[in-house]
C-alpha cells in the first residue's frame, strides 16, 4: 500500500521500526516479535539498514519475508553513502519488481570502520538528491503503482546533529520535501515540546506533508547511552532522569518507568493531533504492547 494511501485513513498512523538480525537465531527472535505484534495491525513497518550499506541484503530478505508472511505494508529504509546511481537504481528496481511500495530516503552514516570515510566521490551528498532520483525513477513507469514508491525522509525535532543552524536545518528539510518526499518520520526525542515545535516550524517554512513521530521507550540505564549513540545526541528531560534515578538501577522499576513515560509522551499526541507514531522497538514487543494497553489501542485494533 503507498505511504498516501496508508496516511489518508482516519486517525493517526501507528507503525513500528525494526533492524536485520545477522543471526539465524536472532532472526527467529525477530519473527516471534513481529507475530506478536502484527495482531496491533500496524500502519506499516520500516527496516534499517546498516551504515554504508552493510545489511544490504539483510535488509532487503527482511522486507520481502514481512511483505510475503503477513499483511503489514514494509518500508525499507536507504542510504546515499557509499552507493552510486547504478547501485541504487538497482536496489529500486529490485524492490519495484517485488512490490514494495515505499522506501525511506536517508543520508545515512559511514561504515564504522572508516571513521575518515571521504564523501567527495558519492553520488548522493545529501538525502535530497536520493530523493529527487527516487522521484525520478517513479517518472520512469518501472514500478507497478503508477505513481511510483511513497517517499519517507528524516526529521530531527531536536536538531539535526551536523547542522547546529536551526534555519539552514528547515531549509535542508525543505529541500527534501520540494524534491519529492510524501511524509517526514523524526528521530527519536524525549520531550513533545521540541516535536510541537518542530511541527510549527515545518508550517512555517511551507512543510505541508504529514509528520509522523518517533519513539522509543527507555527499558534500560545501558540502553539510554546506546539511544544517544545511535541518534548522535538525545536530550533526556530533567523529570525522566529524577524518576530513573529513584529506580536506584533495579531493571524492572527502570523498565517500568520508561514505558510509562513513553506512554504519557504517546497519549499527549495523540491530543497535539499527530500524523502518526512510530515506535522504535529494538526489536522487542513488550514495551510497545504495554503502551499500547495503557492508551487503550491493544482492544481497537486487535
Same mark, same amino acid.
Given at each position: 500500500?503507498?505511504?498516501?494511501?496508508?496516511?489518508?485513513?482516519?486517525?493517526?498512523?501507528?507503525?513500528?521500526?525494526?533492524?536485520?538480525?545477522?543471526?539465524?537465531?536472532?532472526?527467529?527472535?525477530?519473527?516471534?516479535?513481529?507475530?506478536?505484534?502484527?495482531?496491533?495491525?500496524?500502519?506499516?513497518?520500516?527496516?534499517?539498514?546498516?551504515?554504508?550499506?552493510?545489511? *544490504?541484503?539483510?535488509?532487503?530478505?527482511?522486507?520481502?519475508? +514481512?511483505?510475503?508472511?503477513? $499483511? =503489514?505494508? %514494509? !518500508?525499507?529504509?536507504?542510504?546515499?553513502?557509499?552507493?552510486?546511481?547504478?547501485?541504487?537504481?538497482?536496489?529500486?528496481?529490485?524492490?519495484?519488481?517485488?512490490?514494495?511500495?515505499?522506501?525511506?530516503?536517508?543520508?545515512?552514516?559511514?561504515?564504522?570502520?572508516?571513521?575518515?570515510?571521504?564523501?567527495?566521490?558519492?553520488?548522493?551528498?545529501?538525502?535530497?538528491?536520493?530523493?529527487?532520483f527516487i522521484k525520478k525513477f517513479n517518472q520512469s513507469g518501472r514500478h507497478p503503482d503508477a505513481r511510483g514508491f511513497g517517499i519517507g525522509v528524516a526529521g530531527f525535532p531536536e536538531g539535526h546533529p551536523t547542522t547546529?543552524?536551526?534555519?539552514?536545518?528547515?531549509?535542508?528539510?525543505?529541500?527534501?520535501?520540494?524534491?519529492?518526499?510524501?511524509?517526514?518520520?523524526?528521530?527519536?526525542?524525549?520531550?513533545?515540546?521540541?516535536?510541537?515545535?518542530? *511541527?510549527?516550524?515545518?508550517?512555517?517554512?511551507?512543510?505541508? +506533508?504529514?509528520?509522523?513521530? $518517533? =519513539?522509543? %521507550? !527507555?527499558?534500560?540505564?545501558?540502553?539510554?547511552?546506546?539511544?544517544?549513540?545511535?541518534?548522535?545526541?538525545?536530550?533526556?528531560?530533567?523529570?525522566?532522569?529524577?524518576?530513573?534515578?529513584?529506580?536506584?538501577?533495579?531493571?524492572?522499576?527502570?523498565?517500568?518507568?520508561?514505558?510509562?513515560?513513553?506512554?504519557?509522551?504517546?497519549?499527549?499526541?495523540?491530543?497535539?493531533?499527530?500524523?502518526?507514531?512510530?515506535?522504535?522497538?529494538?526489536?522487542?514487543?513488550?514495551?510497545?504492547?504495554?503502551?499500547?494497553?495503557?492508551?487503550?489501542?491493544?482492544?481497537?485494533?486487535?
Amino acid at each position: 500500500m503507498h505511504i498516501s494511501d496508508i496516511l489518508s485513513q482516519d486517525g493517526p498512523s501507528l507503525s513500528f521500526e525494526f533492524f536485520p538480525p545477522r543471526t539465524k537465531e536472532s532472526f527467529d527472535a525477530l519473527y516471534q516479535v513481529i507475530a506478536e505484534l502484527e495482531p496491533y495491525k500496524p500502519s506499516f513497518v520500516s527496516v534499517t539498514y546498516g551504515a554504508g550499506g552493510t545489511t *544490504r541484503d539483510l535488509t532487503h530478505d527482511l522486507v520481502l519475508r +514481512i511483505k510475503e508472511t503477513t $499483511g =503489514i505494508p %514494509p !518500508v525499507p529504509h536507504l542510504t546515499c553513502i557509499g552507493h552510486t546511481e547504478a547501485e541504487i537504481d538497482a536496489i529500486l528496481q529490485r524492490y519495484a519488481n517485488a512490490g514494495v511500495s515505499n522506501i525511506l530516503a536517508l543520508r545515512g552514516d559511514p561504515p564504522r570502520d572508516q571513521p575518515d570515510y571521504d564523501r567527495s566521490n558519492d553520488d548522493f551528498k545529501f538525502a535530497a538528491d536520493l530523493v529527487a532520483f527516487i522521484k525520478k525513477f517513479n517518472q520512469s513507469g518501472r514500478h507497478p503503482d503508477a505513481r511510483g514508491f511513497g517517499i519517507g525522509v528524516a526529521g530531527f525535532p531536536e536538531g539535526h546533529p551536523t547542522t547546529p543552524n536551526r534555519v539552514l536545518e528547515m531549509e535542508y528539510m525543505k529541500a527534501k520535501v520540494d524534491a519529492g518526499a510524501d511524509y517526514i518520520c523524526t528521530q527519536l526525542f524525549f520531550d513533545n515540546h521540541d516535536f510541537f515545535d518542530y *511541527r510549527e516550524r515545518c508550517q512555517i517554512a511551507g512543510i505541508t +506533508i504529514p509528520i509522523i513521530a $518517533g =519513539i522509543m %521507550p !527507555v527499558t534500560s540505564v545501558k540502553g539510554m547511552s546506546r539511544m544517544a549513540e545511535l541518534a548522535e545526541g538525545a536530550r533526556y528531560p530533567a523529570k525522566l532522569l529524577r524518576a530513573l534515578e529513584r529506580a536506584n538501577g533495579n531493571p524492572e522499576s527502570v523498565e517500568r518507568i520508561g514505558t510509562h513515560y513513553a506512554a504519557q509522551q504517546c497519549l499527549e499526541l495523540l491530543d497535539g493531533g499527530v500524523d502518526g507514531i512510530h515506535f522504535y522497538t529494538l526489536n522487542k514487543s513488550k514495551a510497545t504492547r504495554e503502551i499500547y494497553a495503557s492508551l487503550g489501542l491493544s482492544q481497537a485494533l486487535a
